[in-house]
Nanobody
Framework: QVQLVESGGGLVQPGGSLRLSCAAS????????MGWYRQAPGKQRELVAT???????TYADSAKGRFTISRDNAKNTGHLQMSSLKPEDTAVYYC????????????WGQGTQVTVSS
């Protein structure tokens, strides 16, 4: 079983930037699709972005042009660079591995809170 630990969340003003990180345990991270999902209060968890083992990316419409997903297989880490943040981006952001480009896998991190507010 893989363990995932997210970091990098926090409070940021509208228009600001944050970089989330996901550290994964285990030896097979490079083989899995990695994704970022988010869940706002009272809403269902939704896809933000995914990146396959080969580096192909998928973004939610809300993330296109503002967020960039990346991974470093040598370090078993993934990142989500977020810019031009909006209040509606406020949510708990979760790292996920083992799924497909649009469907999450069984492995989730504990989540990191992102709050966009002035």
């Amino acid at each position: 079983q893989v363990q995932l630990v997210e970091s990098g969340g926090g409070l940021v003003q509208p228009g600001g930037s944050l970089r989330l990180s996901c550290a994964a345990s285990g030896s097979f991270f490079s083989l899995w699709t990695m994704g970022w999902y988010r869940q706002a209060p009272g809403k269902q968890r939704e896809l933000v972005a995914t990146i396959t083992s080969g580096g192909s990316t998928t973004y939610a419409d809300s993330a296109k042009g503002r967020f960039t997903i990346s991974r470093d297989n040598a370090k078993n880490t993934g990142h989500l660079q977020m810019s031009s943040l909006k209040p509606e981006d406020t949510a708990v952001y979760y790292c996920n591995v083992g799924g497909s480009r649009n469907i999450p896998g069984p492995n989730w991190g504990q989540g990191t809170q992102v709050t966009v507010s002035s």
